[in-house]
């Protein structure tokens, strides 16, 4: 049994939901659990129409719905045949469950109504893929993931309630897999007991398909992504980039850390837990051996080169030539915490401490003010991160030729520059 996780890029055209079929024609004969995000740009254009509707702009928040009404209508046409009617009264059903909602007035949280908007996403492409993969000939039935998996009500960023969704997971989705073979669901969505909808925070979908393969006890996941596989860099910044075949957990966590756009941690602990690995592969072309990430130990990495821009320089400096101790430290550590910022890298010295921030113009002006409490504060914008593991001699060199440096840092895994940026 394996668990699929299709994002947003494959299926935000026709042509790439139509290159499905040849992927599960691949793997017939295999249970398979299926989630699939939103289309393309669908949960940006969700996120106008709950930001319009929170601003009381009814009008503008319903216009922009109805073009997601249409994309929706458009595609569902362009690929469906006899099941176009059933698959127009389900997403019917969806748009009406958000419409309902819109013609109101807000009166709780903005990530209340972020969740209950944004969700409908997920719904709406799973609808179409599904109808459209039964229609191909590849049988499969759709889950309303709002069924299965239960969270709490921290809205934008809900934790799952893993004991009854287990329960839901053997009550519905174990049978439906071994009567059908494929399953399809939604990733990034979830339901309070009250059957409000909730999201699952960043790389929710990621996380949602780890849930399943934990809960199911997979064999492997798979995420599906329009790129060969893991890299040891952007491949849009450093041309000479090339495929890491091999990692393990660790190793991705500490790559996300440091910024690089790989698995999301919280991804990789539900599979750590059961050492369930998982494949990273392109669906643009199946024959890529892609990625595979595992528990074990892997020797011989490439130096994986992460380059953050648009970064910001806090510098902190006691009031009273004090120095800066615990307190100090603690203190700052709670403004990031409540202000969902991390540091990026950080040095401490006798009377000051330095850290590296992502641009973030609204919650940089409110962390210096706070900050303002116990230091002397001074930002330094417009910089970018250089970091390195599994450096070699001469790359940081070579990197950095001919750009300012201000900050260095080096471990025995790791180097990390900070520059500026002209």
Not at 25 to 43: D, F, H, P, Y
Not at 98 to 126: A, F, K, M, R
Not at 389 to 397: A, E, K, Q, T
Request: hydrophobic content about 40%.
């Amino acid at each position: 049994m394996q668990v699929f996780k299709f994002g947003g890029a494959s299926v935000n055209s026709l042509e790439r939901i139509r290159s499905l079929v040849q992927i599960f024609r691949e793997n017939a004969g295999q249970s398979i659990l299926v989630v699939i995000s939103a289309m393309g740009k669908t949960t940006n254009a969700l996120e106008k129409v709950a930001e319009s509707f929170y601003r009381q702009d009814k009008e503008k928040a319903l216009q922009l719905f109805d073009q997601i009404k249409q994309e929706h209508y458009q595609t569902a046409k362009a690929l469906l045949t006899a099941s176009y009617h059933s698959c127009e009264e389900q997403l019917l059903n969806f748009f009406t469950e958000v419409e309902w909602l819109l013609h109101d007035q807000p009166v709780q949280s903005y990530d209340y109504y972020y969740d209950q908007i944004v969700c409908i996403g997920e719904l709406l492409s799973t609808s179409i893929v599904s109808a459209f993969l039964n229609e191909s000939g590849i049988k499969n039935e759709w889950l309303d993931v709002r069924d299965i998996l239960r969270t709490d009500d921290n809205f934008r960023d809900a934790n799952i309630d893993w004991e009854f969704s287990a329960s839901k997971v053997n009550q519905l989705v174990k049978p439906l897999l071994a009567d059908n073979g494929i399953v399809l669901t939604q990733g990034f969505i979830g339901s309070t007991d009250e059957n409000e909808s909730t999201t699952l925070g960043r790389e929710g979908s990621d996380y949602s398909a780890a849930v399943f393969a934990n809960l199911l006890n997979a064999e492997k996941q798979t995420i599906w992504k329009d790129v060969a596989g893991v890299m040891n860099a952007d491949p849009k910044i450093f041309p000479t980039a090339q495929l890491i075949s091999t990692l393990n957990y660790t190793e991705v966590i500490e790559m996300a850390y440091y910024g690089a756009q790989v698995i999301h941690p919280k991804t990789i602990k539900p599979l750590q837990n059961k050492g369930i690995p998982l494949q990273v592969k392109c669906f643009l072309d199946t024959s890529l051996p892609g990625t595979l990430i595992h528990n074990e130990p892997v020797k011989n990495l490439p130096p994986i080169i992460v380059w953050k821009q648009a970064q910001v320089l806090l510098q902190l400096k006691s009031k009273d030539f004090s120095f800066v101790g615990e307190k100090p430290v603690a203190a700052l550590y709670h403004i990031f915490a409540q202000h969902s910022m991390r540091p990026n890298m950080t040095q401490n010295g006798a009377i000051s401490f330095t850290c590296v921030l992502d641009e973030n113009a609204e919650k940089l002006e409110q962390l210096a003010f706070e900050a303002a409490q116990f230091f002397e504060v001074s930002m330094e914008k417009g910089l970018s991160l250089l970091t390195i593991r599994h450096n070699v001699p001469g790359l940081l060199d070579q990197l950095i030729q001919g750009k300012e440096w201000i900050l260095k840092q080096e471990t025995r895994e790791t180097v990390q520059a900070l520059l500026k940026t002209g």
